[in-house]
């Protein structure tokens, strides 16, 4: 595809309306948005380990519209460790400015945007189930989502988004030591089955397993 055809599908790109709740979801989560001009316009880039095949299949289908090469094998070699994984690569187009503006603060540092009330609906929170959530354990029969890009602060208001939004309890719990303290947001025994009455009808197949508490 030439430059210039790639430059006028850019322009009638759009974003429906479950592509947007599928996006939340994975910005929430592993999900990222790069801007090439600073700010102006911003591609998303989906790369999970090869295991997650499947999983980075059902995200394509959804944004293939946005997408000039299908998802590929992208080896990578971490010291003397060589990973393995799959992903793809949106076009980069203005459309994506309002979620990189909202999820991403001026350092490009990852955020919970002050609107995330507004955007998070019962798939978004489904998707990032997905990437980020698992079971607690068979002995508490809930759920943790394992929220490592994210400050205490900002965890603080996606619980109090969920309590007010979706009537989820939840408690913040620590994670590691010192400078490599991270947190996770823990879903109350109380607020299990609710939670899992929502995500439930969303919840790929492949990702059944993180919902079996026992």
Same mark, same amino acid.
């Not at 499947?54 to 944004?63: A, C, G, K, L, S």
């Given at each position: 595809?030439?430059?210039?055809?790639?430059?006028?599908?850019?322009?009638?790109?759009?974003? @429906?309306? *479950?592509?947007?709740? %599928? /996006? %939340?979801? /994975?910005?929430?989560?592993?999900?990222?948005?790069?801007?090439?001009?600073?700010?102006?316009?911003?591609?998303?880039?989906?790369?999970?380990?090869?295991?997650?095949?499947?999983?980075?299949?059902?995200?394509?289908?959804?944004?293939?519209?946005?997408?000039? @090469?299908? *998802?590929?094998?992208?080896?990578?070699?971490?010291?003397?460790?060589?990973?393995?994984?799959?992903?793809?690569? @949106?076009?980069? $187009?203005? +459309?994506?400015?309002? $979620?990189?503006?909202?999820?991403?603060?001026?350092?490009?540092?990852?955020? %919970?945007?002050?609107?995330?009330?507004?955007?998070?609906?019962?798939?978004?929170?489904?998707?990032? $189930?997905?990437?980020? +959530?698992?079971?607690?354990?068979?002995?508490?029969?809930?759920?943790?989502?394992?929220?490592?890009?994210?400050?205490?602060?900002?965890?603080?208001?996606?619980?109090?988004?969920?309590?007010?939004? $979706?009537?989820?309890?939840?408690?913040?719990?620590?994670?590691?030591?010192?400078?490599?303290?991270?947190?996770?947001?823990? %879903?109350?025994?109380?607020?299990?089955?609710?939670?899992?009455?929502?995500?439930? *009808?969303?919840?790929?197949?492949?990702?059944?397993?993180?919902?079996? @508490?026992?």
């Amino acid at each position: 595809m030439y430059s210039k055809e790639i430059e006028e599908k850019k322009k009638k790109l759009k974003i @429906t309306l *479950p592509q947007k709740r %599928v /996006l %939340v979801g /994975l910005l929430l989560g592993d999900g990222c948005l790069v801007s090439p001009n600073d700010g102006k316009t911003y591609r998303l880039q989906i790369e999970y380990s090869l295991k997650q095949k499947n999983y980075v299949n059902w995200i394509y289908q959804v944004f293939k519209d946005w997408v000039r @090469t299908p *998802p590929r094998v992208i080896e990578k070699k971490i010291g003397d460790i060589a990973y393995r994984n799959y992903g793809f690569t @949106t076009l980069s $187009f203005a +459309g994506l400015r309002f $979620f990189g503006q909202h999820f991403y603060d001026s350092k490009k540092r990852k955020r %919970v945007p002050k609107i995330i009330k507004k955007l998070l609906t019962p798939e978004g929170l489904a998707v990032w $189930f997905m990437d980020d +959530g698992s079971r607690k354990s068979k002995r508490h029969k809930t759920y943790n989502i394992h929220t490592l890009n994210f400050s205490q602060k900002d965890l603080r208001f996606l619980q109090k988004v969920l309590r007010e939004k $979706f009537k989820i309890k939840t408690r913040i719990h620590r994670q590691g030591k010192y400078k490599k303290m991270r947190w996770r947001i823990y %879903v109350m025994s109380e607020s299990a089955k609710r939670f899992r009455e929502i995500i439930e *009808p969303f919840v790929l197949p492949s990702f059944r397993y993180k919902l079996d @508490t026992g």
